[in-house]
Each structure stands twice: as C-alpha cells, then as structure tokens.
C-alpha cells in the first residue's frame, strides 16, 4: 500500500486543487555521528524535494523548459535597469541538473544547466510538437515512488533544551519502525541520515499520560547542530530502499527569501547575469542557481506547463485558486479575483508571459 506525505501543517481551504506554476537500525545511544560532508551523488532526490517543498519541481534532463530572463532578474536587486536585447522568454533543453545542499545551513538549491534551442521553438510556432507529448518534470518519477513522511513545525517545547520531539502517533506509525506496544514503556532506537550523509541517533519511546510518541536522547544535539528555533520544519521520510531521512526547511527562508548559497551568491551579481545573456544570445550553454524557497515565481518552466498555461483566458472579475506554502511551511489554498490586467513591465518586457 502506497502512503504519500503526511504534512502535519496542511490546511486545505478548499477541496479543487488549482494548477501551480510548482535507515532503520538498532544500535547504542548517542547524540550524533561524526559530520559527513556532502557531494552531489549522495544528495538524496527524494529527501531534496520533500526539503524544498510541495510546490517545488525541477526539470528533468534532455526536457525541454521555458526561461523567462524577466524572473532571474528580479533576484538581483543592483542589476540597472536598461532594455535588454533578448526575448521575454527563451526556448532552452536541459543538459544537466545537479542537486546540492549548503553544508551550513541544509539549504537546498540546484544548479541546472541549458542550452538554446531555436528548433524546438520553431517547431512550436509551427504547431509541430503536442504539449501533451512531452513528459517534463523528475517530480513525477518522485511520486510515482511516495516514500513514508511526514513534516511538523517546531513548537518551543520541540527546541527547548531538555526537551523532546513529540511526533503525533498516526507519522509515527507511518514513518516509524513498529513499536511492541505489549512493552511496558515501548521504545527503539533510530539512526537517520540527513541530506549531507550525517547519521543522527534517537530514542523514539512512547510514555506519558496521555501516552504519546517522542524522540528523547539525541533530539537535543540535532537542534543544537542545525541551530533549528521554533517556525522551523522538521521532516523524516521512508523512502523505498527503507533508510529513514530527515531534513529541514527554515522559516526564515520562507520569510525573508534573501539567504542564498555561496554558489547562488556567486550567480546572482551583475557580472555572471550578463555573462548568461550573452550566452543566449550566442546560443551557447550557460548554468542557472536554482534556489527553490527564494521566490513564488520560478523562472525555468516545463515546456508542457507553459504551452498549457497560454491556453487559459483572464479577464477582469474573474475568480480564480492558487497554492501557497505559508510562513509555517504549510501548504494552502486561497482564492482570489482578477482585478486588473497589464504587463509587469512593458518597456523591458513588453508581452512578457511571466507569472502568467
């Protein structure tokens, strides 16, 4: 039987999902093993999407997407504001896509790598490639494999010294290996890797009146390590080879969008956004840092979501349904009204379809 994620946070406002433009073993008790550092082949995709969120999806490799230079920009605040020679959005393939996490902070992010295709876009205006044909997103290799997980937000009392984890009973049954309820105080214990590699230990133990379930020896050093403070998220996922995995998605990315990785840092300034227009205008490869939980608005869109999405009339007054991840790392839905219709910015970008 398959089981899918169990987000302790969701709220679901209405019940028409709107389309978004988105180890077990035993061993000694101990607080955690030594560091591990991570590379790119041990970044687990499943663990890397549950951190970057339900509304998150990456292009797969030799897919086709639609980049939108109006969306990259706006990521970079000092860039000066004069008409650029390129389209408002750009036919590209996937050459590559590599996953990483900043070793600091487990900051998810991904460096995708493209390539011009002027024959795609060509055969496009010429109605010779059926959006339905393409399969775009890894996300659906993803779901097709739903590990075992759930994500919970910290209370105070989860990051509080000597405090424990209190992980609700039906996550715990799902995620967690079976307890001997017949034991007096059923406990075990669980080694889980985070997206670095790094084992952590704990006691799940199942006590108290009423009896609940939490992660006791070792949770004090995982939160000491990952500077983790109430509002952050915590998730622990099953995934198919039965290794447990843990990750962490912080309420501060979600607020504030504004910490990047060293490696987006480093592509996000005046001097490496020029180089990638020039290499569109070349037609030449050029690599983009792709921060999930930095912005709402992606700017590397499946091919198949935005042929579909020119499809769709707006107009004024209309009502329409969005997805949101929230401050608390919920997911919600919310709908709105179409009060107005104009371009984002119509002298750099006249008729751009970004965010449409």
């Not at 999806?57 to 109006?70: I, M």
């Not at 952590?200 to 009146?209: A, D, K, L, P």
């Not at 998730?235 to 990785?261: C, H, M, N, T, Y």
Request: proline share 5%; aromatic share 10%; with cysteine.
């Amino acid at each position: 039987m398959m089981c899918g994620l169990i987000d302790l946070n969701t709220v679901n406002d209405d019940d028409d999902e709107a389309p978004s433009f988105n180890s077990l073993s035993s061993s000694s008790s101990s607080a955690s093993a030594p560091t591990a550092s991570s590379s790119n082949s041990s970044v687990c995709l499943e663990l890397w999407h549950a951190c970057a969120g339900p509304l998150i999806s990456l292009p797969k490799k030799g897919s086709v997407v639609v980049y939108f230079p109006q969306g990259h920009l706006e990521r970079v605040s000092d860039f000066p504001a004069i008409v650029y020679d390129l389209p408002s959005h750009i036919f590209c393939r996937v050459v590559d896509v590599k996953l990483h996490a900043e070793a600091a902070t487990d900051e998810v992010y991904a460096q995708v790598s493209l390539t011009p295709d002027t024959q795609i876009e060509q055969k496009w205006r010429e109605g010779e490639i059926e959006a339905e044909g393409e399969e775009e997103d890894i996300e659906g290799a993803v779901k097709s494999t739903t590990p075992h997980m759930f994500c919970k937000t910290l209370t105070a009392s989860d990051t509080s010294t000597h405090g424990g984890f209190s992980v609700p009973r039906r996550a715990a049954e799902d995620c967690f290996p079976p307890l001997d309820y017949e034991q007096q105080r059923p406990s075990q214990e669980l080694v889980a890797k985070d997206l670095h590699g790094t084992e952590w230990r704990f006691r799940h133990i199942y006590r108290g009146q009423p009896r609940r379930h939490l992660l006791t020896t070792g949770w004090s050093a995982f939160v000491n390590k990952k500077q983790l403070v109430s509002g952050d998220a915590v998730l622990f996922l099953r995934g198919g080879d039965g290794e447990l995995r843990l990750g962490i998605r912080r309420a501060a990315q979600v607020k504030s969008g504004s910490a990047f990785p060293a490696l987006c840092s480093e592509q996000l300034n005046v001097g490496a956004i020029t180089a990638v227009f020039n290499a569109i205008s070349t037609r030449s490869l050029f690599n983009i840092c792709y921060n999930p939980r930095a912005s709402s608005s992606e700017f590397i869109i499946p091919f198949r979501k935005f042929s579909r999405s020119l499809t769709h009339s707006f107009f004024v007054g209309m009502r329409f349904k969005m997805r949101f991840e929230t401050e608390d790392a919920a997911e919600r839905r919310y709908t709105g009204l179409v009060t107005g219709i104009s371009d984002m910015d119509p002298v750099r970008w006249p008729g751009s379809k970004w965010r449409c």
